[in-house]
């Protein structure tokens, strides 16, 4: 409930980590939950996250390590891919997407597959092309669902990609495609300086999920518990949602079951103020006009930018590269933060934007200027106060079908938290 209130979308559980440990009751081994004295061995932590979820309509994911360290079939036969681990890996996935007790009303939308091996650990082929088809039985299309079941850590068959740090951070110019090779099982997703960027002309949408901690570890402990400060927490928020990246935040439970009050306090405080800071879109009643609308056709109006609706935007003619929006708020308007839209649905175009505001003397400065916007831009800085914002666009060469297109812009002041 903290989770849903606090605006998280989805929840991804770590039912299986590299030790082993199954929060199921697993029917393939005895190092599982049934195992303990935990309600005397009929609780299955997994159900009760799940039925939560259901009842919070959250969407879920979950965590299922391939390297087990508990399991003895693990790098059997010299890790060859024909060995029992693959096998039993395989047996769990089906014992858990099979079960309707597991998952938001019985359903997964993300299934993520860790990459770490460890020292030691003995080589192990894994068997992925099984796994997957697997998954999506049950999870995808192939299942009756209305999308397949997104993959991350799935080498050739990624569609959410790991960001290249675990601070939560995504770079500045992030492109949400990736180059794979099913036929050798490779992706490259073009990493560089502790991120993956990504490529503007890449074969596979990959979407750049940023994973962090809350705290400064990925278990609780006691020197590991303290909550990180909303100032690290805003920074984090704006350089992964705000650079075209989704965050995943990992919140650990402590020795007892439960997360900490002061952990769950800080979610809390970091939901509101989030939900603070866009709750009212400070250009929404503003005039908006463009250096150019595509065929002059009502349909691609600028001021589509401003309705709220995802599938409406601005676009220009075929042969235009770049454009330019002028939003006219009609009064001076103190903010600190603007937040731009690609129309994502049609892909990723845009390799260029620089905004501006118009001070009191007419003259325009610079507020913000960078590359990629995607699905989502945020620009924040101190504030400024001013009627008029313009806002220029332009595609990149390499992007697909190199025009711009803008689905949403918001103009905004953070809340206390959020602030630059």
């Known amino acids: ?45 997994l159900a009760e996250i799940s039925a939560a ?5 959250m969407d879920m994911g979950l965590y299922l390590s391939p390297w087990d360290v508990a399991e003895s079939t693990f790098g059997s036969d010299g890790g060859s891919i024909n060995n029992a681990y693959n096998e039993y890996y395989n047996n769990q996935l089906e014992e858990i997407l099979s079960n309707p007790k597991y998952g938001n009303k019985g359903h997964f939308k993300e299934v993520w597959m860790d990459g770490a091996k460890g020292s030691g650990a003995g080589y192990q082929e894994y068997d992925f092309k099984k796994w997957f088809d697997t998954i999506q039985q049950y999870e995808g299309i192939a299942g009756n669902q209305v999308d397949d079941c997104m993959l991350f850590g799935a080498e050739a068959y990624t ?11 995504a770079a500045e110019e992030t492109w949400s495609k990736s180059n794979v090779d099913k036929e050798k099982n490779t992706i490259n997703s073009n990493s560089s300086g502790g991120y993956t960027k990504g490529f503007p002309d890449g074969n596979q949408w990959t979407v750049p999920e940023a994973d962090a901690r809350i705290t400064s570890g990925w278990f609780w402990g006691d020197s590991k518990k303290t909550p990180k400060t909303m100032e690290e927490l805003s920074e984090m928020y704006f350089r992964s949602v705000g650079h075209n990246a989704p965050l995943l935040l990992n919140v650990p439970p402590n020795n007892k079951g439960k997360v900490d009050d002061a952990i769950l306090r800080r979610v809390t405080e970091f939901g509101t103020a989030i939900n603070k800071t ?33 599938d409406t935007y601005w676009t220009v003619n075929d042969e235009t ?21 690609e129309s994502i649905e049609f892909g990723q175009r845009i ?15 610079k507020f913000d200027e960078g590359t990629t916007v995607g699905a989502k831009r945020l620009s924040r800085r101190s ?18 079908n190199k025009i711009p297109m803008i689905s949403e812009v918001g103009v905004y002041k953070a809340a206390a938290g959020m602030e630059a």
């Open 53 to 57: 979820c259901t009842a919070a309509n």
């Open 321 to 341: 590269k770049s454009g330019t929006l002028l939003i006219d708020l009609k009064k001076d308007t103190l903010f600190d933060v603007v937040s731009i839209e």
């Open 383 to 400: 504030p400024v106060k001013s009627s008029k914002i313009r806002i220029t666009v332009t595609a990149h060469e390499s992007a697909e």
């Open 159 to 169: 569609t959410v990609r790991w960001i290249g740090n675990e601070n939560g951070f």
């Open 1 to 45: 409930t903290t989770l849903k209130n606090a605006g998280f979308k989805k929840l991804i559980v770590t039912a299986k980590h590299h030790d082993g440990f199954c929060i199921w009751n697993s029917a393939y081994t005895d190092y599982d939950i049934a195992s303990t004295s935990y309600k005397n061995g009929e609780g299955d932590i």
């Open 351 to 365: 390799g260029k934007f620089k905004v501006e505001y118009q001070t009191a003397n007419g003259e325009w400065k």
């Open 278 to 310: 866009f709750e009212k879109n400070l250009a929404k009643d503003a005039e908006v006009s463009a250096t150019e609308v595509r065929g002059k056709d009502t349909t691609y109006s600028p001021q589509n930018v401003l309705d709220g609706k995802d």
